[in-house]
């Protein structure tokens, strides 16, 4: 399971970065949100999966994920979603500034 | 016996959200396709959270919050189809047969 | 009576609400019907904005049955629709279907449509934007005269007579 | 006995998960896209149903409701997308 | 004990931020005094603060009332309580500059400036690395409104380089968090660096692959090579008071660095130790040279300027990364130099771009600035300091630098990058003082006087150069006292944690 | 404390002469004079203990710790040049006073000057090295500034570029020299440091700190190769050329070489080097004086022989030929000063410096024509005056020299050759100038100067002559004092005779006098040979011009290589760079352990699927990418797939939060493409695409690599305790939400802060923005009305979902839920108000500042972290009590609870102010270009 995990993860990775290559403001933006799921997905695997463990404390609970990278997480998600959608409002500027969605202002380089 | 209730619905709506993917899948056209998901697969899920219900309720406290998402599903299960083939028809997507005409188009 | 119907705008709404309430906690104790209470005439009256008219249900025992008839069909209805589904594609007869509307009550047109959308083998496309006719697409339509008189008569009127339109 | 349906269960959902996957993929059109994600979301939320009879717990639940909620608006605003260009006019 | 005074400096801007957008209809006047009199009253904290350092003690301040490492804990020792107040005086010529009329460019300048600030002073405060992660995510995006305020194609273009480039950064910055604290199950730096002297063998790899990519991160936000070109453009974008005050922005990026690398992975962090040496003085001393180069090629006074912030990050990295109490001590003292110079400068680009009409800040045959004794004057103290010729700040540092290197093994380039760089700087500002003071076209002036406020915040700036050198033997006494609290990384440990026990530890789910 | 007064009375000089201004140009001129006298006055009070042998010290610390002290000596060799400059100034600044035109600003220049002065007596009066060198870079800067005073003129500005290029640049050498002198010496003291000549020259460091050390003097003194600038130098104002570049500044340079002498003299390399380069510049610059039109150019390369005449002494490294070179500095500034100030004269009256049209002056200015012959003639070397003195000393110590064994001859014989070379360019300067016909079309008729401009050219020329016949007598003990201070030591035996017999030195001097008398007759075809063997300009400045064009275009290149504005390139830089430190940490610590024996996840199909899904969907968006719609769908697929995971591996409130923030996120995305293309092109070709690929590919391995080790390694972490805590010490079952809004709620108070300000910012962004949205496609848009159903179904929604939100909201602490989600839910809910009817109808509706609702929620928040305050706890300290009320049973009140609606509050208002202000841009609220300006773009 943990190679399959990390394959996932790893591949979400490069399909982000592939996207962040690429020379449009959408594409860098698309490729910004999946950096950040697999990121968000690495940062909680740091604390170790487990499937049917307690999200809540309960006396007959054995097992719990570790709540701390869940913590961490949702913090990078909640912060992830401003600077995503302030990349989006700059990526409409810039195409209304510059009069196209190159990421250096310059059409058709 | 309430165990082969639940599987009965288990299956049962596993049954129904597998056959409205198939038609998603296998249908000729996106008019048709449409009818998989909003039919088939809703009843699924209902059987499916009926069986939730039962199985909850069985082993202590009653549970039907289930309902709420099933209620939520009949709600707007109909609008996001209407939408969908709203959208479709504007857009022209191609049909079996031959589309009605699209009062909307018209300037 | 104003004060009550300041305060009370939408009281089967409110009713629901608290319905809902009490299903989302999963509790029918006493804290959380009081709770459920405020929260269910505090929303309507705060969302009372975005309310264009008061709902009306002149016949709550016809819709019960209604509801219910709506629910026997869609279960038949999906039988069917899965044999169509996994029977040869020949056996499909798809048509758009133009459906005359008799009702002119928005809340009223919707619950058709939807009601349609969710029986046999129909999905209800478009509404005519004076609101005269329902576009209608059949999966298996043998007889579209049939259909069209099948929805007026099985679910067009009980729907009539329930929002007394 | 309801073990064994269950993972049949899950086993038949799975497989509708893939299709309604296959098809966001291949499309063809935008509307057959949306189509399927949003059958997509409905059988996601069988799959938490499933995986809470499974699991016997209940923490399943705000996430199907959610699925269910945003499921619907996305639909929506993709639809809308499609129709008028600007979806908050 | 502090009490309370050690938070001030992150809720004191954002007490301010609120109240501006809640007064926001109520005039610009309002606005600026509220501003105006936070930015003073953080001034007068920060004062405080690097006073109660002086000490010598470390001041935690355990938020939640939760101890450390298991809540999140402000810690006060020189090194924050010199970064703190250093942004305090930038910030407050700043904002006194951007005053006299650009804060009327676009919307919010206050607020963002001030949550600017709370994300400056929460990374210099606190004591936990996700924490640290969180206040750079609030500088950040506080630095790229201000970035963007005024608008037009160049600031978008350069905005949105900027904001990828951070964006990509952050998620290098996550990846390198989830490593390490997936290998040692803390985030407290104090409890990590006691956990990375501790690490087992087999963690030493992922351990070291985090602290490298942390580099990575905090290399971007420095602009160290490779990762500076997007400095240039961004700065010299910028709206004048925004350039001026991004002038620390770099420093933070040098902070974490000196913070991390010397106390996490600093003398005493058993095989890890001084992790970062291999890297630092040589990415330094090439940034250094490139930034030169870049110095020397620019046509523009404000891209002139932007590329000395390049050397000099490129300066104090080299000097970071000869890692003795000497260097470091000498690094700081540039640190603080640089930063008020580079500022300065930036604002006073802006005087003489806008008394040069058209030609701006170009370095090309214009009209003769309105106050052209007064500009000159200014321009040439801040060619010495920033070149680093005697008798000011600049000056004082790099003889400080020089000595510190004196008995390294790698003197030699480090002398020469430093010195070579120096002279490329010298020729580079001294056409430039000629191109804008000296070569002068006949056409008219532009009649455009620089205001009371905008240049009182450009001499104040300029002034701390003489002030830094006249007062060199205590400034460089008191980085002197930094470098040796930061070679000293148990005093930092035992400060937050207390006298070394081994913290709560239970196992999780997820190991056998 | 006198001696710190000298230096300083004429820095602050620079300050008080333009108050002075206030009253008049004179007003400067008096107030530099006054200054300079009164310095002057203190430096002589200070003398008769320098003559009686003492140094005078004292000192200050500055910068202790790193030697640094503002300390002062005067000893011989300082109050010689401190003379020099005091004295030579007070005349340059008469002179000055004439000679500056009224437009030429007298405030600035006399600035200017007292700086330069401040300047220059530091630099001799330094006991300190560092100090020393601070002064030093100070001569090189006010020098910019005098050179440059004649702004307009290019050649001035390019001269003083020029000049502070090297000579600055050479203060950085001798920055490094001398800091390696005190790593040597320990101490930067001169008195330390000039007893110390054996612990250097015995040190490994002795070679290098020499080197950079003479690279600064050369430089300073314009040794051959750096002799260059001096003559650009010359576009400089006459007073400035005749007091920095004949008396002082260049002589900097050989002070320091005098200066060191004790420390670094007697040594082969100093030998080779100072010698060699004494030599070279004596006689090459001599040579080029000869071919100079410029009478400035003259004196320039004449100035330049002269000090390397002085370097060569020095070099020699004996004790009396060090006395001959300080001989020899006395005596040239002398008579070299007093020529500058002539030829200024000449070109104050004439109009032109050009000796090819200057003739026939001395008719015009019979006057000035005799000082300016004398000076040239103590130039040349003429018997009697005092230039032939230090020459003939110079040329017995060539001939004394004993180091060069069959080589011995050279010196000597170079000597006199450039002795010829002076000889000759010193006649064609009279000759040329004073005679030789009539002047040829000269702007005005010369004249003699104004009375007062001819007083410092009279004085000095007097010292020529008394100096030239009573050597002994006047400049006898100043030369004694001045020796000893440079040797550090009991003086040789020397006389200051004007006759030592007839003698070798005598043979060298006539044969200079006779053989530059031949030479300059002879000049018409020397001229015309020169001009055959250097076609052109002759090459140094040509040199340096290409240095810096080089410099400054090699740092073009190799600038704009790296800073080349493409965003894909810096981005796939940083990658590389992850990637790389990643291999590199990765390849330390042995070899890597790839056993499986760590994995602990059981194997689970919906697991597989989820993650297979999770890839198929991944694929798809990065197939789709350029199709922006269709690739949104796929990203949904994406967040569905990662939700479904968080559920899976038990963190509900991931998931949650996960989901609505992906369909805010889609919302978004729609929004922009309403304004942006909504297909691309490929535009990058398939080399860069394989690159991004391989980048992707390596930073995708690695994250996997890195993912995989972790998810293997055993672990230990400090979580147990929010575990053990979370229900006593927070209150909450929900442990993620306790540590949300307690343990490390300041992460979430920044959070939030960080919401707001995109909030913020994004409104700022949004500001006059004008932009058309696409067009239509195809089929034009569907009417504006909207869908019936959607219109509809959207009223109930909006209540119901509230609800949940207050559900979520309510029982974040228990249960998964929080204030965040509930307020994502709220936005949601208001959002599709807004697609099922548009900004307009919402908003009449929802009269509400979005803006006060951030501000209210953020002020919650820091509320609940500032009370804690009044008990005395520190911020965010939260507290929790169960209370128990009848009818609704026991519920827990918590102060956490005030702070997630904090939250709360603050989400909604954000995700409200993004998407109504996203939405508001087009549409009947959408911005209008203003009609007159007609510019939208
Ligand atoms: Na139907
Ligand atoms: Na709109």
Redesign the interface.
Known sequence: MEILISTAIGFLVACGIYLMLRARTMDVVIGLTLLSYAVNLFLFASGRLTSNAAALISPDAVVYADPLPQALVLTAIVIGFGMTAFLVVLAIRAFGDLGNDHVDGEAGK | ML??I??IF??L?????????????????????????????????GA??I??MI??SS?G?????????TL?????????????????????????????K????K? | MSIVKRLLPHPIFSLVLLMVWLLLNNTLSAGHILLGSIIALVLPWATAGFWADRLHLHKPGLALRFLLLVLWDITVANIQVAKLILSPRSKLRPAFVHYPLDMDNDFAITVLAATISLTPGTVSIDVSSDHRTLLVHGLDVGDEAALIAEIKSRYEAPIKEIFGC | MLANAILIAMALIILALVLNIWRVVIGPDITDRILALDTLYINAIALLVLLGIHMTSAAYFEAALLIAMIGFIGTTALCKYLLRGDIIE | MMGHWLIVPVLLPMVAAILMLLTARMGRAVERSISLLSMLGLVAVSTVLLNASLSGDYQVYALGNWVAPFGIVLVLDRLSALMVLLTSVLALFSLLYACNGQDREGRHFHVLFHMQLMGLNGAFLTGDLFNLFVFFEILLIASYGLLLHGGGPLRSRAGLHYVILNLAGSALFLIGVGTIYGMLGTLNMADLAVKVAEANPEQLRLIHISALLLMVVFGLKAALLPLYFWLPSAYSSASAPVAALFAIMTKVGVYSIIRIFMLVFGIEAGVLSNLAQPWLLPLGLVTLALGAFGVLSSRCLRKQVAYLVVVSVGTLIAGVGLLTVESMAASLYYLVHSTLITGGLFLLADLIARQRGDVGSELRIGPTVTQPLLLSTMFFIAALAVVGLPPLSGFIGKLLLLQAAVQQPSVVWFWSVILIASFFALIALSRTGSALFLKTDDTATTGVRAGGASLLAVTALLLSSPLLAVYGDAVSGFTTATAEQLMAPMQYIEGVLGPQQSPMVSRMGGEQ | MTLLLIVLIPLLGALLVPVAAARGRMGAAWMAGALTATALGLLLSLAPQVFAGEILVSSWAWMADIGLYFSFRLDGLGLLFALLILGIGLLVILYATYYLSPKDSMPKFFAYMMLFMGAMLGVVLSENLILLLIFWELTSLTSFLLVSFWRHRSDARQGARMALAVTGGGGLCLLAGILLLGEIVGSYELSVVLASAELIQNHDLYAPALVLILLGAFTKSAQFPFHFWLPHAMAAPTPVSAYLHSATMVKAGVFLLARMHPALSGGDLWFYLVTAAGLVTLVFAAYVALFRHDIKGLLAYSTISHLGLITLLFGFGTPLAAVAGVFHIINHAIFKASLFMAAGIIDHEAGTRDMRRLSGLFKYMPYTAVLAMVAAAAMAGVPLLNGFLSKEMFFVETLALQRLDEWAWLIPALATLAGVFAVAYSLRFIHDVFFNGEPKNLPKVPHEPPRWMKIPVEVLVTLCLLVGVFPAFTVGPLLATAAGGVLQAPLPEYSLAIWHGFNEAIVMSLVALVGGVLFYLLRHRLFALHARLSPGEFGAKQVFDGLIRGLLNTSRCITHLLENGSLQRYMALLVGAAITVGIYAAAQHGAVNFSMSGTSIPINGVAIAILVGLILAGLGTVILHRHRLPALVMLGVVGLCVSLLFVYFSAPDLALTQLSVEVVTIILLLLALHFMPQEAKADSGSGRRWRDALLAGGAGIGVAGLTWAVLTSPFETLSGFYLEQSVPGGGGTNVVNVILVDFRGFDTFGEITVLAIAAIGIHALLQNLLIKPNEPGRYGWAPAKPPLLLEVISRPLLPLALMVAVYLMLRGHNEPGGGFIAGLVVGIALVMQYLASGVEWTQARLRVDYFKVIAVGLILSLLTGVASWIWGYPFMTTTFTYLYWPVVGKFEVASAMVFDLGVFLTVVGITMVILAELGKLSGPLAPRPVQNKGESR
């Open positions: 165990d082969i639940i599987s288990l299956i709506g596993a049954g129904f959200a597998l056959v409205g993917s198939i038609g998603l899948l296998r249908l000729p056209d996106f008019y048709t396709r449409l009818h998989g998901p909003t039919k088939a697969t809703t009843l699924g899920l499916l959270l069986a939730s199985y909850f082993r406290e009653v549970s039907l919050h289930e309902l709420l998402v939520f599903l009949f709600m707007t299960a109909p609008v996001s189809a209407h939408l969908l083939a709203k959208a479709a028809l504007h857009l022209r997507i191609r049909s079996e047969v031959d589309l009605p699209d009062e909307q188009s300037p």
